[in-house]
């Protein structure tokens, strides 16, 4: 490695060398590009505004604030309350009407189902589908064949204090049996009580099925709850048997099990999450999806 | 953009560095520990980065054990827990995370990327079923998940025998759990998923605001799924924000 004293030039492009040489293959000392020189110190004299602008440099008990005060948290702040300035004036309206007064009143209408459509987007739809149309064990809410009532109080209600939620105490409540699990009936019992059930929305059953048998242990197991005719009672969320909407299914494997695990499906109580105001434009929202009582 | 080693000036100084390796190293060492002093140092003494909050409590046993899960099979790939202080962030997910909430997961689950949606503050949004279904087959509930099935976790007995090792380990680097914790470790975590009793009592005693759950009727033991959902059920649980004060930590 030579010392260089004399700038050296390579011959064939002109331009200067390190002065490194190995095997006589030199190192070229090609500048940097002028323009991304600049914009190097650039960045360097940028960041000076910054540490003048935002908090940046720590000291012993705290840190330089930066020269309009700004920060993160209270950023945030303001910025919610420019989106309270847009939304107050229609969500105030909202929280003063009664619910059956907003869907008499169209304007009213499209705020509460713009705002309860956002709502149900982000809460709602993981479980009940982003179409509202449910999933397996998660009701469809297009329909009208409600579990626990499709009245606006109704509705409004079990987004409050969800079902089978524990944390609240005003949470729908109401739990089947595990009638196979627990021995209340057995196999041969339960596959008879399956087969009536399935007769009463008229899907066929298998020949060997005795019905009378079925009829008579819905009367004295399921029929408290489910009623004698099997239509459901919504005080308790038994859902309605005779219609051809099923939440867990309507094969005969699907009703067995159900028959034997029992339980229930679990929605949160929305009342700590969500302010009442959203809850109301929920509320309307599922209402007005085409099932609402 | 030296071309010229002859100049004598401050600029060309950097020639002693490069020509002597020791000195190289001495100013790689100076300029780290001036990086570190100024990064680093005041995050241990500066009171707005060590910000005290009410409700914050170590993770239960079995939400422990689901914690290890949940690092394990990469969650944190996907779904970030850090819900910054932006008006869409806390519009969609709550409050915007506070420092403290995550202060005894060692390593943290911030994560960087979101595609999924941010977990910080899921517990207590779905129901317990809802994540057993979701986690065996996400697309049953969510046709457009793009989120892999995790069919093997409910098949999975949860090995809680090192349990109570991970939290004495843990206690070394400063998350508070007490010699009684760490002894009844493996009693706690089957408590939490046994429903009610004594040793859920002293379960919810040791752990404040613990969500017991009777997991074990159709079956023997808990499983993976048993844990992972227990502490997704806690994740951004712990603060009451109705009591939080926002203003407190903005100068």
């Known amino acids: 490695m030579a010392n260089a004293t004399e700038p050296r030039v390579d011959a064939r492009t002109g331009t200067a060398t390190t002065g490194h040489e190995w095997d006589g293959i030199a190192e070229l000392n090609t500048p940097l590009p002028r323009w991304w020189l600049w914009t190097f110190y650039l960045t360097i004299v940028w960041s000076i505004g910054y540490w003048i602008v935002y908090p940046a440099w720590p000291g012993v008990t705290g840190f330089t604030q930066g020269a309009f005060g700004w920060h993160a948290r209270s950023a945030v702040v303001d910025d919610l309350k420019e989106l309270q300035a847009i939304r107050g004036p229609g969500e105030a309206k909202l929280a003063a009407a009664k619910l059956d007064e907003i869907e008499k009143n169209p304007e009213l209408l499209a705020f509460a189902r713009a705002s309860g459509g956002a709502a149900f987007a982000n809460n709602c739809a993981p479980c009940h589908g982003a179409g509202a149309q449910g999933a397996v064990g998660y009701p469809n809410l297009n329909d009208d064949d409600w579990l626990w009532g499709g009245s606006l109080d109704d509705i409004q209600q079990t987004i409050t204090h969800g079902a089978r939620w524990d944390a609240d105490k005003a949470t729908r409540s109401s739990l089947m049996p595990a009638f196979g699990r627990d021995g209340i009936l057995k196999a041969d019992e339960i596959a008879n009580v399956a087969q009536y059930v399935r007769s009463l929305s008229g899907l066929p059953n298998e020949t060997n099925a005795n019905l009378a048998k079925g009829k008579e242990l819905f009367a004295t197991n399921c029929a408290v709850c489910h009623g004698d005719d099997g239509k459901g009672k919504q005080e308790v969320g038994a859902p309605n048997l005779t219609d051809k909407i099923w939440l867990y299914g309507s094969d005969t494997a699907s009703i067995v099990n159900r028959i034997n695990v029992g339980g229930g499906g679990q929605m949160p109580a929305w009342g700590g999450r969500l302010d009442p105001t959203t809850i109301k434009a929920l509320t309307v929202y599922v209402h007005s999806l085409g099932g609402g009582k | 953009m030296a071309s010229s080693t002859q100049s004598s000036s401050l600029w060309h100084k950097h020639a002693i560095f490069e020509k002597n390796s020791i000195i190289l190293v001495i100013g790689i060492i100076v300029a780290i520990a001036w990086g570190g002093l100024v990064e680093i140092v005041p995050l241990f003494y500066l009171k707005s980065t060590i910000e005290k909050v009410d409700g914050v409590r170590p993770y239960t046993p079995l939400e422990l054990a689901g914690y290890n899960i949940y690092v394990r099979e990469g969650c944190y790939l996907c779904h970030s827990q850090m819900i910054r202080p932006l008006r ?108 009610d009793g004594k040793a859920a009592t002293a379960l919810v005693k040791r752990y404040p605001k613990t969500v017991v759950r009777d997991l074990t009727a159709e079956k023997d033991g808990l499983t993976e799924l048993d844990a992972l959902v227990a502490y997704l059920q806690h994740l951004g649980t712990q603060v009451d924000f109705k009591l939080y004060d926002d203003k407190a930590n903005i100068r």
């Open chain 2, 88 to 195: 869409d962030e806390v519009e969609r997910y709550g409050h915007y995370s506070l420092a403290a909430e995550s202060m005894y997961d060692h390593p943290f689950q911030w994560g960087s990327k979101r595609n999924g949606p941010d977990l910080a503050r899921v517990g207590g949004k779905y129901s317990d079923d809802w994540h057993r279904d979701h986690l065996r087959n996400p697309r049953a509930v969510v046709p457009a998940s793009i989120m892999p099935s995790y069919p093997w976790l409910e098949k999975t007995p949860l090995d809680s025998t090192h349990i109570g090792d991970q939290m004495k380990t843990l206690s070394v680097v400063g998350v508070p759990y007490t010699q009684e914790m760490i002894d009844s470790a493996e009693a706690d975590l089957k408590a939490q998923g046994a429903g």
